[in-house]
């Protein structure tokens, strides 16, 4: 049985469009006609009960004032309560519906906000047709011990997503984008489903490229354990037995599909997970 022919294609692209397990506002920001996130209501009661700048406004909820600095000070309360992630020090881009940036926020505070992130992705393969992959350490805060693409972070707000793949694939696998042959834009995916912190809404963007002969990935920011290259038929029996990340999954799969190593995968795309060619 193969893996399209089997439930695991379909669950996994079921877990990447999942809707928030509880009721969820709307959340704004002054000035901006559609949203920018969204909020648990005893999360936002909780921020307004701190004095924090958010006003209930019929079903949605408005962050007032100033966007970048009451985002600034919800995200420090955030963090004090111990409600968000791991204090980064990151700024990434807020955006309205129609991906237009209309703030900034610290990387810790996106998921209790709803707050969709950007993100980069590079699927290496070799110049035989094999696929590098990466073990994320085993001290990751997110899913440690697991494999992943061979590179993938988000993009920040300072960033567009040639700069973010040109640092992450340094940082992660010590190589430059430059030295790589071939590469090239491949695809977008869009992931949405609940986190521990809160929900994530993630755009993704795929790149591919192949590793030369002879070039091996080094890390250097010590979030990787190591790096392997795979065969196709070998990577599809690590994607099936759950070795990788939700994200790392659908991107390799959506990867051999453009090979045409695994046929049909765009017509077994479920409502509600995006896909845009480009």
Not at 43 to 57: E, I, N, T, Y
Not at 193 to 215: K, L, N, S
Request: with cysteine; glycine share 8%; aromatic share 6%.
């Amino acid at each position: 049985m193969t893996v399209l022919e089997s439930a695991w294609w379909a669950q996994r692209q079921a877990r990447a469009a999942q809707p928030p397990l509880r009721p969820r506002a709307a959340l704004f920001i002054d000035g901006c006609a559609s949203p920018v996130g969204s909020i648990e209501a005893p999360l936002a009661d909780a921020l307004r009960a701190a004095g924090l700048p958010l006003v209930q406004q019929g079903e949605a909820e408005r962050v007032s004032g100033d966007a970048d600095a009451a985002l600034a000070r919800i995200a420090q309360w955030l963090f004090a309560q111990g409600l968000c992630g791991k204090w980064r020090g990151e700024l990434l881009a807020v955006t309205d519906e129609s991906l237009q940036r209309r703030a900034v926020v610290e990387r810790a505070a996106v998921r209790p906000l709803g707050i969709a992130t950007f993100a980069v992705h590079l699927v290496g393969f070799s110049g035989t047709g094999d696929i590098w992959v990466q073990q994320r350490a085993l001290d990751k805060a997110v899913d440690p011990g697991r494999w992943d693409t061979l590179v993938g972070g988000l993009i920040a707000a300072d960033e567009d997503d040639a700069l973010a793949l040109e640092r992450e694939t340094w940082e992660e696998a010590g190589l430059r984008l430059h030295a790589l042959q071939a590469c090239a834009t491949a695809d977008r995916i869009t992931v949405r489903h609940p986190v521990h912190e809160g929900y994530m809404v993630e755009h993704i963007d795929i790149f591919e490229a192949v590793v030369p002969d002879g070039t091996r990935p080094a890390n250097q920011d010590g979030e990787v354990a190591r790096f392997d290259c795979v065969a196709p038929g070998e990577l599809i029996e690590r994607l099936a037995a759950g070795a990788f990340t939700l994200e790392a999954g659908l991107v390799l799969m959506r990867c051999l599909e453009r090979r045409g190593l695994i046929p049909g995968l765009r017509a077994a795309a479920p409502q509600g997970f995006a896909l845009r060619c480009r």
